[in-house]
């Protein structure tokens, strides 16, 4: 609702500026003034202004000016530039990247984006951002290590170093937490063997969700064990299917890395005949709703999209001139209540 009133007074002012109503350099009414009129509290005023603040049609000024109107285009254009991973068989990015190109739309930025597939485009990448001179850089997934200008860096789902350490920023979802939430899930539902696919890889977040259920299961007297997925002999019908029924005799739930993962190991079980949940119990993480073709597969939601509209408010606040913001945040998860977790309490 304060997102609304919000947006209303944004509409209101811009309405008042094209009509000509406020003249170059003339004050505008203050916060006081609008949340008066509009019958709302003064933040919500407060971030209005700020909207026009940033999208350069209004200046603050200190003294007994105020705020006053100014010239759009006196402004040269405001910049972000995304780089890292991009949408391809998962829909996080995706979701990631609309939370931060509706933010960027709204606060009058444009931003580019600029996919990383591997180190050969480098070059190229490096060459695009120093002529877009953005005013800020987000950093998606753990991506390469790539040479970037002095200017504020935001990195999202990923825990590798990027920028200058005084102008790094990490946001992240709280990976850690979401293997403990699941961990905890499974046990409450009467399970006490579990199967914990954790591949042998660099990628930070993802071994901070195996750590996570590593911890609360061994807080839980519940056994987990990890398996390196790529040891699988998933080419090989006879003998995947002789190595899952043998999982079976020794566990109850089998953990994936990802919702990708849950989703295949479900139809390779399908076609062999084996039963999710009734056999075996199948869980995963980052939940995304193109894998719930035949089952929800019970998972940890991550909100990228909400993930985006927060690092893009956080960039925004120290391009205000904030700087008491902290360097790096875990923004909450939940637990996502599917059909692929069996409950064996008795």
Same mark, same amino acid.
């Given at each position: 609702?304060?997102?609304?009133?919000?947006?209303?007074?944004?509409?209101?002012?811009?309405?008042?500026?094209?009509?000509?109503?406020?003249?170059?350099?003339?004050?505008?009414?203050?916060?006081?003034?609008?949340?008066?009129?509009?019958?709302?509290?003064?933040?919500?005023?407060?971030?209005?202004?700020?909207?026009?603040?940033?999208?350069?049609?209004?200046?603050?000024?200190? #003294?007994?000016?105020?705020?006053?109107?100014? *010239?759009?285009?006196?402004?040269?254009?405001?910049?972000?530039?995304?780089?890292?991973?991009?949408?391809? +068989?998962?829909?996080?990015?995706?979701?990631?990247?609309?939370?931060?190109?509706?933010?960027?739309?709204?606060?009058?930025?444009?931003?580019?984006?600029?996919?990383? $597939?591997?180190?050969?485009?480098?070059?190229?990448?490096?060459?695009?951002?120093?002529?877009?001179?953005?005013?800020?850089?987000?950093?998606?997934?753990?991506?390469?290590?790539?040479?970037?200008?002095?200017?504020?860096?935001?990195?999202?789902?990923?825990?590798?170093?990027? #920028?200058?350490?005084?102008?790094?920023?990490?946001?992240?979802?709280?990976?850690?937490?979401?293997?403990?939430?699941?961990?905890?899930?499974? $046990?409450?539902?009467?399970?006490?063997?579990?199967?914990?696919?954790?591949?042998?890889?660099?990628?930070?977040?993802?071994?901070?969700?195996?750590?996570?259920?590593?911890?609360?299961?061994?807080?839980?007297?519940?056994?987990?064990?990890?398996?390196?997925?790529?040891?699988?002999?998933?080419?090989?019908?006879?003998?995947?299917?002789?190595?899952?029924?043998?999982? +079976?005799?020794?566990?109850?739930?089998?953990?994936?890395?990802?919702?990708?993962?849950?989703?295949?190991?479900?139809?390779?079980? *399908?076609?062999?005949? +084996?039963?999710?949940?009734?056999?075996?119990?199948?869980?995963?993480?980052?939940?995304?709703?193109?894998?719930?073709?035949?089952?929800?597969?019970?998972? +940890?939601?991550?909100?990228?999209?909400?993930?985006?509209?927060?690092?893009?408010?956080?960039?925004?606040?120290?391009?205000?001139?904030?700087?008491?913001?902290?360097?790096?945040?875990?923004?909450?998860?939940?637990?996502?209540? #599917?059909?692929?977790?069996?409950?064996? *309490?008795?």
């Amino acid at each position: 609702m304060s997102g609304e009133k919000e947006q209303f007074v944004v509409d209101y002012l811009m309405k008042k500026i094209e009509g000509g109503s406020y003249k170059i350099g003339e004050r505008v009414p203050s916060e006081y003034q609008l949340a008066r009129k509009f019958n709302i509290d003064k933040g919500t005023a407060n971030r209005a202004v700020s909207q026009l603040v940033t999208r350069g049609y209004f200046k603050r000024t200190r #003294g007994a000016g105020g705020t006053i109107l100014v *010239r759009k285009d006196s402004y040269p254009e405001k910049k972000f530039v995304y780089i890292g991973c991009f949408p391809t +068989i998962h829909s996080f990015y995706s979701r990631m990247l609309k939370g931060l190109v509706s933010g960027a739309n709204n606060s009058g930025y444009s931003l580019t984006i600029l996919p990383v $597939w591997d180190n050969k485009n480098f070059q190229i990448i490096e060459e695009r951002i120093e002529n877009l001179k953005p005013d800020a850089i987000f950093v998606g997934g753990e991506s390469f290590i790539l040479k970037l200008p002095d200017v504020p860096i935001f990195c999202l789902d990923t825990l590798l170093p990027h #920028g200058k350490g005084d102008k790094t920023y990490h946001i992240n979802s709280d990976n850690f937490m979401a293997g403990r939430i699941l961990a905890e899930e499974i $046990w409450k539902r009467g399970h006490r063997k579990v199967l914990h696919y954790s591949s042998v890889s660099d990628i930070a977040v993802q071994q901070e969700r195996f750590l996570g259920a590593k911890q609360r299961a061994a807080e839980l007297g519940m056994e987990l064990k990890a398996i390196n997925p790529a040891t699988l002999p998933v080419k090989n019908i006879t003998a995947f299917e002789k190595h899952i029924r043998k999982l +079976i005799g020794k566990y109850s739930v089998i953990i994936c890395e990802n919702d990708i993962q849950a989703a295949d190991l479900i139809g390779q079980c *399908r076609r062999l005949g +084996i039963n999710i949940p009734q056999d075996i119990s199948v869980c995963g993480y980052i939940c995304g709703p193109e894998f719930h073709h035949f089952y929800r597969i019970t998972s +940890i939601e991550f909100d990228p999209q909400g993930l985006g509209e927060y690092a893009l408010s956080v960039a925004l606040r120290v391009l205000n001139g904030e700087t008491d913001l902290p360097r790096s945040e875990l923004l909450p998860v939940t637990f996502f209540e #599917g059909e692929t977790l069996n409950d064996i *309490r008795i």
